[in-house]
């Protein structure tokens, strides 16, 4: 992550605010919520300002994944170029998704909420979408395990457990 910061002082620092920045990488998959408020820190934003920016970045590409995924899938999965992209995509979320099958709404929450490697609300999205989990239950399981996976991050990242 201080890579992160490092570039973004070096070629964002007069174009982006910090908090643009953190919302921005809170956007990106694999990084997430998670990443944002490590970044936050590190460019030493306040705790609230680490958790509503990576928040805010985190949840905005989450209704597009739910509504257009599955739709967007059917489109590409016969094309050569494509194809194979969506089957390597729908297999990992079946691979990831024993857990969230079994107690759907809970196995989401606990999924995008405990703060592991190739977890998160991008992947709680696609694995809800290839699953066909109710579009409204699917939100709701996503955004509570975003404030638990926030909370979490926030007590290690800010040294609330060191105090």
């Given at each position: 992550?201080?890579?992160?910061?490092?570039?973004?002082?070096?070629?964002l620092a007069g174009i982006l605010s910090p908090k643009i920045f953190v919302s921005l990488i809170s956007m990106v998959p694999m990084l997430e919520l998670r990443g944002g408020i490590v970044v936050a820190r590190l460019l030493k934003l306040s705790?609230?300002?680490?958790?509503?920016?990576?928040?805010?970045?985190?949840?905005?590409?989450?209704?597009?994944?739910?509504?257009?995924?599955?739709?967007?899938?059917?489109?590409?999965?016969?094309?050569?170029?494509?194809?194979?992209?969506?089957?390597?995509?729908?297999?990992?979320?079946?691979?990831?998704?024993?857990?969230?099958?079994?107690?759907?709404?809970?196995?989401?929450?606990?999924?995008?909420?405990?703060?592991?490697?190739?977890?998160?609300?991008?992947?709680?999205?696609?694995?809800?979408?290839?699953?066909?989990?109710?579009?409204?239950?699917?939100?709701?399981?996503?955004?509570?395990?975003?404030?638990?996976?926030?909370?979490?991050?926030?007590?290690?990242?800010?040294?609330?457990?060191?105090?």
């Amino acid at each position: 992550m201080d890579s992160f910061v490092t570039w973004y002082q070096l070629h964002l620092a007069g174009i982006l605010s910090p908090k643009i920045f953190v919302s921005l990488i809170s956007m990106v998959p694999m990084l997430e919520l998670r990443g944002g408020i490590v970044v936050a820190r590190l460019l030493k934003l306040s705790l609230g300002q680490a958790i509503f920016y990576s928040f805010i970045g985190n949840i905005i590409p989450i209704p597009f994944i739910l509504l257009f995924l599955r739709k967007i899938f059917d489109w590409m999965r016969p094309t050569k170029l494509f194809g194979g992209l969506v089957r390597k995509m729908e297999e990992r979320a079946h691979k990831k998704s024993s857990g969230v099958e079994k107690a759907e709404f809970f196995g989401l929450v606990g999924f995008v909420g405990i703060p592991l490697p190739g977890t998160g609300g991008w992947t709680g999205a696609l694995i809800s979408s290839v699953l066909e989990i109710d579009i409204k239950k699917a939100s709701l399981a996503i955004l509570i395990g975003l404030v638990l996976a926030s909370t979490i991050v926030s007590f290690i990242s800010y040294g609330v457990f060191h105090m």
